[in-house]
Structures are given as structure tokens and as C-alpha cells.
């Protein structure tokens, strides 16, 4: 693999680099997964069912201390869970502030209500309701992002789409983004390799259309592989009894950490609700 | 045409593959192939790449069916319409296990437990028997501390031995091995042959296919040589081995340049066996 602080100036060390990154990410997250944290030790299901339970009245909550609130809950959990605050920092809490910060960037401007400051040279007006509105659209995604991010670094995958059995996700459809997210890392390698074979034998600059055509006959090889690979898959499901029906065995039974937290997690759920309506 | 039975008036064969022929489009993959396998025999089949050899394995797994010709599983026909059937596709199914060369390919679950898990699961075998077997195999594979892992995350080795695991938990009495020991590193080769060896007189049937000499006489009884999709010869695997000429026309023996002590740098063909 590219070393990361290699000079990516070309097309293909770009598109290498960004193979790897996506790996190296992945590889991020299963490792936090499996740290020795407070929701690492919860059971998926009664992770994904509170983390829901707390982003739902984060949505709806109209009042900034119930936000403030929820979002304190998210920190302390990513905390008790060995989450690093860096990683929330630049992933979640910079990107969302950035992404909702530029659709929320004219609420305070054309929100009708009480003006509480005009902007020097322009002279526009900023009204509370309008700060009031895009404070509440900031808050409430950082919250929820945070939760979800939350959510998948603390738990396998492969355990986040087993527990979405118990909000009643078909089992084929299960099965389907299981297997998905198991192929995408060997097409994401078998890219990476024919992108860096491809860069090996390669000098200098390749022009905008040579850059077209790599991207397009790269893409269409994969897509050949794709195919290869998912009619001998198939031919190895049938193998082994595939009939067109899929199972999965039940999971783990709860423990009794995991019934008090999912309690826990109704009654700050609850009472966010009720402080926030 | 080739027609070769070893040890034909014994038993009755598991399987009888009579004067079959496979086309990939205008490619003749198999052509009028005939062969016998039977019961509790480890049958190698020997073969350069292309020769036919993987193909008469997805037929013997019933994943595809001869353009001519037929194969019989136990006396009954391997048709599809057979393999479909409620009955006798689950017994085959149970009966019949397929390692694939390519690990990634067989290995298409989330973690090895649940790859391990699929086949019990399709054959809908009780929870509390899936799991004790899971545990049984994975123990005998030396691969228990694996069973939380993804996959993606192995080496090729621990991949294979996780795809043959994902067979026999299922506890065939047939085994269909497609190149075991091809791309692995010297130990984990050496495991894959362990296992092959140490299957002798277990009761089952396992037919191998591979192109490499030094393994044959180790995991076999039976030796078929396949060329351009014919068996060109059958015979126990220290017969085959010491032809030769047989093996230079098959391209199963190579040469390739080396240095001898005294210096001298020459190529010609030779194998890499062990003395006693």
C-alpha cells in the first residue's frame, strides 16, 4: 500500500491513495470495535435500539438544553467507550459544523423576527429566530451524527446488520448488505493492485483524456470481475445447499448490563422528550 | 476418448462418469470422458492448467451438466432436474462437499463463524446441533481463534483452511478438493497435506486435483492424468509418477535452469521428490 504522506499530485497516486484511505479507515473502525469500552460490552441490538432512542428526540427536542443535553451524552459515551475526541473531531464534529453550517448560513438572514445585530458594510439584518433556527439545525445533526458514528465504531459491522433484525429487516436483506460489505473489500483491493500495476509501468503526466479513458476501461474491468466473481459465488452458494432461501443463526441472548442500559437509554430517551417537546 | 476404472470389480462406484463431454462456447472443456470413483478411495487427479480438471469437479458437484454424456452419483443420475429435487438434493448436498481454488470465492459471509455456519443453515439442522459442529470443526481446523473474523482480514492459508472447514462441518462423505494447495506458503501447504494424509483409511471418498507431482503419491490411491480433456492414463499415483514420458507429453514435468555444485548451469526435467 501507498504510504500515506507520499505526494498525491497525480491521477493515479490520487485515486490509489483514496483505495487506501477507505481501507485504512475500515481498518480504524474494526479496531475500535473491538477496544475494551462501555458500548463495545453492550449487545448490538440494544446498542442500535438506544443510539435510535437518543437521535429520535434529538430531531424533535425544541429546546437548546435538552440538545445540549443529548449531545453531552454522546461525549461522555464516546469517552466511556475509548473513542478518540480527535477522530469525532475531524470526521464528525468539523464536517458537520462545515456541511449543515453552510445550509443553516442563511436561516439568521432571511428568518423573520425580533433583529438583533446588522452586519457592518452590508447592513443585514440577523434576527434571534434566525440564529435560534440554525443553532437548533447544527446541534441537532452534530448530535445525531455523533450517535451514529458512535454506533458503527463501536461494533462490527457484520453485528450492526444483525441487529437490524430487530427493527424487522427482512433476513435476504441482511444477507444481501453482508455479503456486500464482505466483496467490496476484495473489488476495493483488486482496484488498488490494478491501479498500482497500472502506475508501475507508467512515466510521466497523463493528460485529461488519458486520465477518462484509465478511469473508464478500470471501471470496466472491474465490472467484468464483479460479474466473474459473483456467478462462481453463486455456484459456491449452491455448493453448500443454497435453494434460493436464507437463514441465519439467532444471536446471543441479553445479559443483564445490556437490559439495564437499554433501560437507561428509554429513560433519558423519555425524559428528553418530555423536557424538550 | 479415454475409459479408465481402477479397481472396477470391487464396488459399486460413488461415481461413474460415462463418455461425458463439457464445451465452454466453441472450447471443449471435457471430451467423451469416462471414470470411476469408488468408495473410501483418495483419487488425485493430475493435470496441467486447462486440462479439464476443475470442470469435471463442478460436474461431479452437480453445478453443471455435461453437453453429452452422463454422470451417475450412487446409481441415480446427476441431472438437474435430480439436484433440484427436495430429496435427493439436500442428501447430495450433505453428502457432497466442494472445495472452490479460489478461498474468496467460497468464503462470502461476514466472519468465518457464519461462513462455517451457512452450509448447516441451508440444510436447516437444529441451532444447538449447528453450533456444537461449528465448534467440533473449527477446533479440528486449528482455526477457533479465527471465528470472530472477517474474511477479508486472513491470510490465503487461513482463508483455505476456513473454505474447507465451511465443507466439513457438514461431515461429507465425499470431498471435492480443487487445487488445496495451490498459492499457499510452505506451512500452511504443509497443513493442507497433513490433513490429506492423515484422511487416509477415514472412510472418505476424496477426489483432489492439482498439478503438482511432489504431493500426488502422499494423499492418493488413485491417479487419473488429464490432458486437453481426456484421461490419458489411470493407475496408482508411483506408476504415474515414474512414466516419465507420460508426464513430460502432459506438461505435468518441467524443466527449468539450476546450478549443481560444481558450478554448471543446465536445465532438464526433473522431479522434486523426497528419498526414503
Partial sequence: ?277 | MSSINLNAAEQPAVYEVCDVTYRYREVTALDHLNLAVKPGRRVVLLGANGSGKSTLLRILNGLCFPDEGKVHFCGKPLTEENIESDGFGLEFRRRVGLVFQNPDVQLFCPTVFDEVAFGPLQLRWPDEQIRRRISETLGMMEITHLKERSPHHLSMGEKKRVALASVLVLDPEILLLDEPTAALDPKSESHMIDFLVRSKGGGKTIVTTTHDLDIAEDIADDCFVFHEGCIVAGAPPAEILSDLSLLKRTDLLHSHLHVHKSGEVHAHPHLHQHQE
Fill in chain 1, 1 to 277: 500500500m501507498a504510504p500515506r504522506n507520499r505526494r498525491r499530485s497525480g491521477f493515479m497516486e490520487r485515486t490509489a491513495a483514496s483505495f487506501v484511505d477507505a481501507l485504512e479507515h475500515t481498518f480504524y473502525a474494526e479496531e475500535t470495535a473491538r477496544a475494551d469500552g462501555l458500548l463495545q460490552h453492550l449487545d448490538p441490538r440494544v446498542k442500535l435500539l438506544g443510539i435510535l432512542a437518543l437521535i429520535l428526540p434529538a430531531a424533535a427536542a425544541r429546546s437548546f438544553a435538552v440538545m445540549g443535553g443529548l449531545f453531552a451524552v454522546a461525549v461522555l459515551l464516546a469517552a466511556a467507550s475509548h473513542v478518540s475526541f480527535g477522530v469525532l473531531l475531524r470526521r464528525v464534529w468539523i464536517a458537520v459544523l462545515l456541511f449543515t453550517g453552510v445550509i443553516a448560513l442563511p436561516a439568521p438572514f432571511v428568518t423573520p423576527g425580533h433583529v438583533t445585530y446588522h452586519l457592518p458594510w452590508l447592513g443585514w439584518a440577523i434576527t434571534s429566530q434566525g440564529l435560534e433556527s440554525a443553532g437548533y439545525l447544527v446541534l441537532r445533526v452534530e448530535t445525531a451524527a455523533t450517535l451514529c458514528v458512535l454506533l458503527v465504531l463501536t461494533t462490527p459491522w457484520n453485528d450492526v446488520l444483525k441487529a437490524l433484525r430487530v427493527l424487522r429487516v427482512p433476513v435476504v436483506m441482511v444477507t444481501i448488505l453482508g455479503m456486500t460489505y464482505r466483496y467490496v473489500f476484495l473489488l476495493l483491493e483488486a482496484a488498488h493492485d490494478m491501479f498500482e500495476s497500472r502506475r508501475s509501468r507508467m512515466v510521466g503526466e497523463l493528460t485529461g483524456r488519458e486520465r477518462r479513458r484509465v478511469a473508464a476501461s478500470s471501471a470496466g474491468v472491474l465490472m467484468s470481475k464483479t460479474f466473474d466473481l459473483s456467478s462462481e459465488v453463486y455456484l459456491a452458494m449452491q455448493s453448500r445447499g443454497f435453494r434460493g432461501e436464507v437463514y441465519i443463526l439467532d444471536g446471543s441472548r441479553m445479559q443483564s448490563f445490556d437490559w439495564i442500559m437499554l433501560a437507561g437509554f428509554t429513560l433519558i430517551s423519555a425524559a428528553a422528550f418530555w423536557w424538550g417537546r
